[in-house]
């Protein structure tokens, strides 16, 4: 008994996809050479993340290189039997697997060049069964002379491949430096990948009632230099596409992160780290609550410990 169809479907799948993203490519230069300068910038460097995510993705489904190589057997009847039987076992046995749980806490004190402290706290909660997951964050911010300001996410999580994980949910966010519309409830949906090198993508797509919607793109890739020291460098980015709320922020590269954290592991559960970055602001919209800001940059330091379970 041969078996060519699995190689063959899988072959035509890739094709299928190198032609989907050709076709993403020449759509995307239409539509960054149709608008004006600033526009085009902006758009550009949102929509080249996504190719990168589709990069990630390729790299990350199409893992197995032995599509021109289709793999045969020649079994006989009992010899076939047996082999049915064992994969039935083996997909009983991979079908009853324990519920996983983990807790990782944070806390940093991160300081400015102007010598403002903020002290921040997250906790992360992970449960896990097979393929699925389910998250539940929670994150808090207090700057110096400011009021606090914290966040809780509720995610739920399917795993598309080894490498590829797909996430949505909602985010609260609270922030006590307001008097009024202090709350925001955001939809979120977000991918989560791994490439062949080590780079960690994760793409996010923020919306909410008061006409407001923003992409999150966070790039970051660790450098293990022994058991107990790694370096990591990092992006993260946010792109407001449309804010009509009372506070509204100015659309297009709103923040922007550049950094290097180093990581020293004091047991297998305690981790210390220190972290230099570059931070940018565009600020706030002009609305009729408020003025428009301008543009800030900062280059910031922080400090913190990190225990896992």
Request: no cysteine; proline share 1%.
């Amino acid at each position: 008994m041969d078996f060519h169809l699995f190689p063959y479907l899988k072959k035509r799948f890739q094709l299928g996809y190198v032609l989907i993203k050709k076709r993403l490519q020449y759509f995307l230069l239409f539509f960054i050479n149709d608008v004006g300068s600033k526009r085009r910038i902006f758009r550009t460097l949102l929509l080249s993340s996504v190719l990168l995510s589709l990069v990630g993705l390729n790299q990350s489904v199409f893992a197995a290189d032995s599509l021109s190589k289709p793999v045969q057997f020649h079994l006989d009847e009992d010899e076939s039997a047996d082999v049915r039987t064992d994969v039935r076992e083996s997909t009983l046995g991979s079908e009853m697997k324990p519920t996983a749980f983990s807790v990782k806490s944070k806390s940093v004190w991160l300081i400015d060049k102007k010598g403002r402290g903020t002290w921040e706290s997250e906790v992360e909660t992970k449960v896990t069964k097979d393929r699925l997951g389910f998250e539940l964050n929670f994150e808090l911010e207090k700057e110096e002379s400011k009021k606090v300001e914290y966040q809780l996410d509720a995610l739920a999580s399917a795993q598309l491949s080894q490498d590829a994980y797909v996430k949505m949910g909602t985010i609260y966010e609270f922030d006590g430096n307001y008097d009024i519309h202090n709350q925001r409830t955001n939809a979120v949906i977000g991918l989560e990948l791994t490439s062949k090198s080590k780079i960690k993508v994760e793409h996010y797509l923020y919306s909410n009632f008061d006409d407001y919607s923003m992409v999150s793109l966070d790039l970051q890739r660790n450098f293990k230099l022994n058991n107990q020291v790694t370096l990591k460098p990092y992006i993260e980015a946010d792109f407001i596409l449309k804010d009509s709320s009372y506070y509204a922020e100015q659309t297009g590269l709103n923040q922007l992160q550049i950094g290097m954290e180093g990581r020293y592991a004091l047991t297998n559960h305690i981790v210390s780290f220190i972290d230099i970055a570059y931070d940018y602001n565009k600020g706030k919209a002009k609305t009729l609550n408020q003025n428009a800001e301008n543009s800030s940059k900062d280059w910031s330091a922080d400090i913190g410990i990190e225990i896992k379970f």
